[in-house]
T-cell receptor
Framework: AQSVTQPDIHITVSEGASLELRCNYS??????LFWYVQSPGQGLQLLLK??????LVQGIKGFEAEFKRSQSSFNLRKPSVHWSDAAEYFC??????????FGTGTSLTVIP | GAGVSQSPRYKVAKRGQDVALRCDPI?????LFWYQQALGQGPEFLTY????????KSGLPSDRFFAERPEGSVSTLKIQRTQQEDSAVYLC??????????????FGPGTRLTVL
């Protein structure tokens, strides 16, 4: 069975600081990995996704994520956080069987 | 419209009432998902459609939950005899291809259901 773990329920960073949100997955085959962001009152929006190939993927809004098979991780990073990045971030894993699983999310607070 | 729409945005039901939640996916999208998001949790998969075919309903929590997409576009999630534990945000998402589990999903704003 697939599963996704986001160990950090809540993270606070200062504006301009770097950010890393952790995600660990459990899946027997090559996973299809996603990061979505949910802002207050907004729907979920895709930040980036990984299927195969280059393990460092670039997304929107300056985000990137690195797939590490040996660690079963797909951590999200951003070099310099902006106040508008405050939101809930969800890691997710999908498969060709059309099953899709989200983690429990990490809430990001940005301090001015 | 350009995006996924859901209606109503908010629904308050008395325990025992039936409710119907509507999802209008992006035109032409083959795949459609329903998720349930409890407060402070991530979305949990309920069911998946490929066109009009419901290929996976393993996430539906009980036989009180029923979903349909009769013409392969609009979908309705129906909850019969609502219970307090059904209170949640119900999200709908669509994707262009028939492999929704691997494709980008576009989410609607959700319907917040409160059961009193």
């Amino acid at each position: 069975a697939q599963s996704v773990t986001q160990p950090d329920i809540h993270i606070t960073v200062s504006e301009g600081a770097s950010l890393e949100l952790r995600c660990n997955y459990s899946y027997g085959a090559t996973p299809y990995l996603f990061w979505y962001v949910q802002s207050p009152g907004q729907g979920l929006q895709l930040l980036l996704k990984y299927f195969s190939g280059d393990t460092l993927v670039q997304g929107i809004k300056g985000f990137e994520a690195e797939f590490k098979r040996s660690q079963s991780s797909f951590n999200l990073r951003k070099p310099s956080v902006h106040w508008s990045d405050a939101a809930e971030y969800f890691c997710a894993v999908g498969n060709t069987g059309n099953q899709f699983y989200f983690g429990t999310g990490t809430s990001l607070t940005v301090i001015p | 419209g350009a995006g996924v729409s859901q209606s109503p945005r908010y629904k308050v039901a008395k325990r025992g009432q039936d409710v119907a939640l509507r999802c209008d996916p992006i035109s032409g999208h083959v795949s459609l998902f329903w998720y349930q998001q409890a407060l402070g949790q991530g979305p949990e998969f309920l069911t998946y459609f490929q066109n009009e075919a419901q290929l996976d309903k393993s996430g539906l929590p009980s036989d009180r939950f029923f979903a349909e997409r009769p013409e392969g576009s609009v979908s309705t999630l129906k909850i019969q005899r609502t219970q307090q534990e059904d209170s949640a945000v119900y999200l709908c998402a669509s994707s262009f291809t028939g492999t929704g589990g691997t494709d980008t999903q576009y989410f609607g704003p959700g319907t917040r259901l409160t059961v009193l």
